[in-house]
């Protein structure tokens, strides 16, 4: 009797997830700590509630006994009465409800909530247990599972005359040691310099990759090493040990380390001892991580067969390098303000005409305010120049009210103080000068005669009139008198000032 070849069924199974994933927990002594502080938590609690009671009973009978005190006191009688009233009093006091029990104080609150806190902790505790059995039950069981789908690629790889011959002793004992991982690294460093400066540093990186039994890879790592100065032993060493940790993370107890740099591999062996301090103090951590393993083996490879690792490192550079021109761009078109410090994008920065000196446009805007507000021709904010603003440099970051006080400003210093008349019309207030001013003659109106001409003008702006003898004093015809007194007026070239109410004369009459 033959026993026919069984069909070859592969099994597909879900692997637990790491140990170091699992909540840490504490261990029995602890449990017995927490249960002996559940314990300890509940009798304080019962003991200050006893406390409280027994307090509330001793005041309640201080209580009756000041009442009965009270009751003697405002009753005075003969010592035959006396017995009575205290009869009287006791019954009444036996008669009364007992006291309401008392409420629980601060104190039982907060130990109860203490204790609760302590079984929920507990409770805790147990439910961890139960996980870690349930996961090393999942792990056994996928243990098994993948031994059996490797048993099952074997017997489906045996030719049929040695299954015809032997097939029923064939047999794989089920081996209860853990899978050997390996671990691929690789440190590497880019040749050139990304930053502006030489003595900026060079992109680094650091490639890990960890596969099973079988060659799959289950981790892969890829991480930039910030601002790296050193050689290629110490990228080689830091890019191990992230390997290293990421496999005990893991909870992986057997590895097999693959090497292509045998200067890292002797100092593994302890053929080499590294001279630099900080070297030997990494090849040092590096050997303190490998001794965690239930199992830890090094071996020294070809460098073909690390194609994977130096494929991710590769990629990792080209990656940090596009980041670091990208972030060099983005820093080239930013400048900094010298007045608030904020890096600002160069289309938001004002230079001054004159010095070159660069302010962003908000504090450009207070500081041409703030001058403005004061009366003065606002200069550039840098401490110690006097070069001023221009108009058409201001346009780009000052609004038209602004702009329209800056254009006075600029008048006022172009025009000498000898020369500056104000309109003195409270809503006009225009600034001209004697040049600017209108005569009445430049007219066509028949309002005025020649002899207005010496102190009468017109404002630019309102087209009001005024005597330039007295800055303010306005002119008009029609204020006060008859029309026979102006007439007589105009007829001895006099005029009449509406403000100050004097009579202005021409100097040749």
Same mark, same amino acid.
């Given at each position: 009797?033959?026993?026919?070849?069984?069909?070859?069924?592969?099994?597909?199974?879900?692997?637990?997830?790491?140990?170091?994933?699992?909540?840490?927990?504490?261990?029995?002594?602890?449990?017995?700590?927490?249960?002996?502080?559940?314990?300890?938590?509940?009798?304080?609690?019962?003991?200050?509630?006893?406390?409280?009671?027994?307090?509330q009973l001793q005041l309640a009978e201080a209580?009756?006994?000041?009442?009965?005190?009270?009751?003697?006191?405002?009753?005075?009688?003969?010592?035959?009465?006396?017995?009575?009233?205290?009869?009287?009093?006791?019954?009444?006091?036996?008669?009364?409800?007992?006291? #309401?029990?008392?409420?629980?104080?601060? $104190? =039982?609150?907060?130990? *109860?909530? /203490?204790? %609760?806190?302590? @079984? &929920?902790?507990?409770?805790?505790?147990?439910?961890?247990?139960?996980?870690? #059995?349930?996961?090393?039950?999942?792990? $056994? =069981?996928?243990?098994? *599972?993948? /031994?059996? %789908?490797?048993? @099952? &690629?074997?017997?489906?790889?045996?030719?049929?005359?040695?299954?015809?011959?032997?097939?029923?002793?064939?047999?794989?004992?089920?081996?209860?040691?853990?899978?050997?991982?390996?671990?691929?690294?690789?440190?590497?460093?880019?040749?050139?310099?990304?930053?502006?400066?030489?003595?900026?540093?060079?992109?680094?990186?650091?490639?890990?990759?960890?596969?099973?039994?079988?060659?799959?890879?289950?981790?892969?790592?890829?991480?930039?090493?910030?601002?790296?100065?050193?050689?290629?032993?110490?990228?080689?060493?830091?890019?191990?040990?992230?390997?290293?940790?990421?496999?005990?993370?893991?909870?992986?107890?057997?590895?097999?380390?693959?090497?292509?740099?045998?200067?890292?591999?002797?100092?593994?062996?302890?053929?080499?001892?590294?001279?630099?301090?900080?070297?030997?103090?990494?090849?040092?951590?590096?050997?303190?991580?490998?001794?965690?393993?239930?199992?830890c083996e090094i071996s020294l490879v070809e460098?073909?067969?690390?194609?994977?690792?130096?494929?991710?490192?590769?990629?990792?550079?080209?990656?940090?390098?596009?980041?670091?021109?990208?972030?060099?761009?983005?820093?080239?078109?930013?400048?900094?303000?010298?007045?608030?410090?904020?890096?600002?994008?160069?289309?938001?920065?004002?230079v001054v005409e004159g010095c070159a000196h660069?302010?962003?446009?908000?504090?450009?805007?207070?500081?041409?305010?703030?001058?403005?507000?004061?009366?003065?021709?606002?200069?550039?904010?840098?401490?110690?120049?006097?070069?001023?603003?221009?108009?058409?440099?201001?346009?780009?970051?000052?609004?038209?009210?602004?702009?329209?006080?800056?254009?006075?400003?600029?008048?006022?210093?172009?025009?000498?103080?000898?020369?500056?008349?104000?309109?003195?019309?409270?809503?006009?207030?225009?600034?001209?000068?004697?040049?600017?001013?209108?005569?009445?003659?430049?007219?066509?109106?028949?309002?005025?005669?020649?002899?207005?001409?010496?102190?009468?003008?017109?404002?630019?702006?309102?087209?009001?009139?005024?005597?330039?003898?007295?800055?303010?004093?306005?002119?008009?015809?029609?204020?006060?008198?008859?029309?026979?007194?102006?007439?007589?007026?105009?007829?001895?070239?006099?005029?009449?000032?509406?403000?100050?109410?004097?009579?202005?004369?021409?100097?040749?009459?």
């Amino acid at each position: 009797f033959q026993t026919p070849r069984p069909p070859f069924r592969p099994l597909v199974c879900v692997a637990p997830p790491p140990t170091g994933c699992l909540p840490i927990m504490a261990g029995r002594d602890d449990l017995a700590a927490l249960r002996e502080q559940t314990a300890l938590a509940s009798s304080a609690a019962v003991s200050v509630s006893d406390l409280d009671l027994a307090y509330q009973l001793q005041l309640a009978e201080a209580i009756q006994a000041s009442l009965r005190l009270d009751a003697l006191a405002s009753n005075p009688s003969s010592s035959k009465g006396k017995a009575p009233v205290a009869a009287s009093s006791s019954s009444s006091s036996l008669s009364q409800p007992a006291p #309401a029990p008392p409420e629980p104080s601060d $104190a =039982s609150y907060a130990l *109860a909530i /203490h204790a %609760a806190d302590l @079984a &929920r902790a507990e409770e805790d505790h147990r439910y961890a247990e139960a996980c870690r #059995a349930y996961y090393a039950r999942a792990a $056994a =069981s996928a243990c098994v *599972a993948a /031994h059996d %789908a490797i048993f @099952a &690629r074997e017997l489906a790889a045996v030719p049929e005359d040695q299954w015809a011959h032997d097939g029923d002793n064939i047999e794989r004992p089920l081996d209860s040691t853990k899978p050997l991982f390996r671990v691929m690294f690789k440190g590497m460093a880019s040749k050139e310099v990304v930053g502006s400066r030489d003595w900026d540093p060079r992109v680094a990186v650091l490639a890990v990759a960890l596969c099973d039994s079988q060659g799959k890879v289950v981790l892969r790592i890829q991480k930039p090493v910030e601002g790296f100065v050193g050689g290629r032993m110490m990228l080689e060493a830091m890019a191990l040990t992230e390997g290293l940790q990421a496999a005990l993370g893991l909870g992986i107890q057997s590895i097999r380390i693959l090497n292509d740099y045998k200067a890292l591999h002797n100092h593994m062996r302890g053929i080499w001892r590294p001279k630099q301090a900080k070297l030997a103090e990494m090849i040092d951590q590096v050997l303190s991580v490998a001794k965690k393993f239930k199992q830890c083996e090094i071996s020294l490879v070809e460098r073909g067969k690390l194609d994977y690792v130096m494929k991710l490192a590769r990629d990792s550079i080209l990656s940090q390098i596009a980041k670091a021109v990208a972030v060099n761009a983005s820093k080239e078109k930013r400048e900094t303000c010298a007045i608030c410090l904020e890096d600002t994008d160069v289309s938001k920065i004002h230079v001054v005409e004159g010095c070159a000196h660069h302010f962003c446009f908000c504090c450009m805007k207070e500081h041409v305010k703030v001058k403005l507000l004061h009366g003065t021709l606002p200069a550039c904010p840098q401490d110690g120049c006097t070069t001023k603003l221009t108009m058409e440099g201001s346009k780009i970051f000052l609004s038209p009210r602004l702009l329209d006080i800056m254009v006075q400003r600029i008048r006022e210093g172009q025009i000498p103080a000898t020369q500056k008349i104000y309109c003195p019309y409270p809503k006009c207030s225009a600034l001209m000068s004697l040049s600017e001013m209108k005569h009445p003659l430049q007219e066509s109106s028949s309002k005025y005669t020649i002899a207005d001409a010496a102190t009468l003008r017109k404002c630019v702006k309102c087209r009001g009139s005024f005597c330039i003898s007295w800055t303010g004093c306005l002119v008009t015809t029609t204020r006060v008198g008859t029309p026979k007194l102006v007439q007589m007026m105009r007829s001895y070239r006099t005029l009449h000032g509406s403000s100050c109410g004097a009579n202005v004369s021409n100097a040749s009459t």
